[in-house]
């Protein structure tokens, strides 16, 4: 059974600073592409950062030079650095991972984000 847990959300001013976790089990993790993708209220979800089972990392332009993606893989663990957050980085954040080669595409719960003083 595939699990992709998220912790580390939570009330942040503007600013401020959160590190996300996503713990998975049931695969493979290092052949998995992870990323990180957030959908605010009313609108659609969107990539915000990845990175490869080599660890080359990839961000939206929303969030270049404040965010950092990395991974672990010997813990099983992707994270996201979140830096200077914005009100505008308010939304519920998923993680990701992905095997074209397998077709393989799982999802966390999500954690919310709410970036807000």
């Known amino acids: 059974q595939v699990q992709l847990v998220e912790s580390g959300g939570g009330l942040v001013q503007p600013g401020g600073s959160l590190r996300l976790s996503c713990a998975a089990s049931?695969?493979?993790?290092?052949?998995?592409?992870m990323g990180w993708y957030r959908q605010a209220p009313g609108k659609e979800r969107e990539l915000v950062a990845s990175i490869t089972w080599g660890g080359s990392p990839n961000y939206a332009d929303a969030v270049k030079g404040r965010f950092t993606i990395s991974r672990d893989n010997a813990k099983n663990t992707v994270y996201l650095q979140m830096n200077s957050l914005k009100p505008e980085d308010t939304a519920v954040y998923y993680c990701?991972?992905?095997?074209?080669?397998?077709?393989?595409?799982?999802w966390g719960q999500g954690t919310q984000v709410t970036v807000s003083s």
């Open positions: 990701n991972a992905n095997n074209r080669l397998s077709s393989s595409d799982y």
């Open positions: 049931g695969i493979i993790f290092s052949i998995y592409v």
